[in-house]
């Protein structure tokens, strides 16, 4: 099974979706408990202030029997019989704890950062070397822990299959990103995001947590840096810099709520005004009201010089969000390079080096 990037906890994933002995090399990179917030940094214009971060995944590991003791049972029960001796051994010496909890998926480190700006983004190159070494073109490749995807990138490079699994929007998100950056035209499916507007709402009405991962999967949909600290008021979910010196400022409002009205929007014109903002966007699952659109049509055009004018309000539904990407809101100048790009890949025989 070629090419798959999924959203979801590795456990459940590997589980229901993939078939045993369908791979042929696994890397993985696990949190490693530094008990610490991880955070993605975003790419911000020299000319803009303001919060360029969010929390990508928090890094703790505690034992726990429903996971870290299956997973010691399910190697007891593997054909790696030493392992599993051995991770026998180690809980009972040490105890159920947080390193026993960590040794219960084998680790493989590497250290390093760059690029992306994904908190621990591992150098394409090292992957590279472990990949070529290890497996041979066409081979599948797993990253059940894939962060911003840099294993899939390699992967892809050295003509091997792949599977990719990470359990945050953000990540998943920014690896669809990276993947059309650096391969044209390049096929992969994706799964556990929402493809329309059925599952956006199932994601957002599944719990709080959901509601906050729909945010951030809306605004990254739309090529916007989702933002973590909403202000007092929580209106502004996402920011977008644009024009051709990034020296405009559009926000993004996301509501999942079945009932939307005109006083939202003339909350979202009041947080344009108070971020000095030249655009706003109301990202909506449930579709606007006639009033809505007339209000959002009478709010006036913003112009940049030299540019088509384009409405200052725009109200975009959710389901325009997942068919047309970031072309679903309309800036002048087109859409900035919010994330850092990563590079076109263009000879694969090119192998990276390695910045030691
Ligand atoms: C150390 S990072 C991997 C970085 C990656 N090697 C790269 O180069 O970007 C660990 C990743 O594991 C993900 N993660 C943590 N627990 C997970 C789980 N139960 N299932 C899937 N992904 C998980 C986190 O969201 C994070 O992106």
């Given at each position: 099974?070629?090419n ?30 530094s008990?610490a917030?991880y ?68 680790p ?12 621990t ?106 933002q ?38 003339r ?84 192998q ?5």
């Open positions: 099974m070629p798959h990037l999924f959203y979801g906890d590795n456990l459940t994933v590997l589980r229901n979706k993939i078939p045993s002995e369908s791979v042929d090399l696994v890397y993985l990179d696990p949190p490693y408990n008990n917030d955070n993605q940094l975003f790419k911000t214009p020299k000319s803009q202030s303001g919060p360029a971060q969010m929390e990508a995944f928090t890094d703790t590991w505690t034992w726990d029997d429903a996971t870290s003791g299956l997973a010691v049972e399910e190697v007891k029960r593997s054909q790696y019989q030493d392992a599993a001796k051995m991770l026998d051994a180690m809980v009972g010496f040490l105890g159920k704890n947080a390193l026993t909890a960590y040794l219960a998926m084998p493989i480190h590497a250290s390093a950062a760059e690029r992306l700006g994904y908190p983004q591992k150098p394409v190159a090292l992957l590279e070397r472990i990949i070529s070494a290890s497996s041979n073109p066409g081979d599948v490749v797993l990253d059940p822990l894939c962060g911003c995807g840099t294993t899939v990138h390699a992967a892809q490079k050295l003509g091997r299959q792949w599977i990719g699994i990470d359990i945050t929007h953000l990540a998943i998100g920014l690896i669809e990103k990276r993947l059309n950056d650096a391969f044209e035209g390049l096929h992969y499916t994706v799964h556990g995001t929402p493809m329309d507007a059925d599952a956006a709402r199932d994601l957002f009405d599944r719990d709080d947590r959901s509601k906050k991962q729909f945010e951030t999967w809306a605004c990254l949909r739309v090529g916007f840096i989702p973590e600290k909403k202000g007092a008021d929580g209106r502004l979910d996402g920011v977008e810099w644009f024009g051709p010196k990034k020296e405009y400022k559009a926000i993004v409002s996301v509501k999942g709520g079945r009932s939307v009205g005109v006083d939202m929007l909350s979202l014109d009041a947080v344009i005004n108070q971020q000095a903002a030249q655009v706003g966007v109301f990202l909506t699952l449930e579709p606007p009201t006639s009033k809505m659109v007339d209000w959002a049509r009478q709010a006036g055009m913003f112009e940049a010089p030299g540019f088509a004018a384009v409405p200052r309000i725009q109200i975009v539904t959710v389901a325009q969000a997942i068919q047309h990407r970031a072309h679903a809101v309309n800036l002048p100048a087109g859409h900035n390079d919010t994330f850092k790009r990563a590079a076109r890949e263009t000879d694969p025989k090119l990276g080096a390695l910045d030691l």
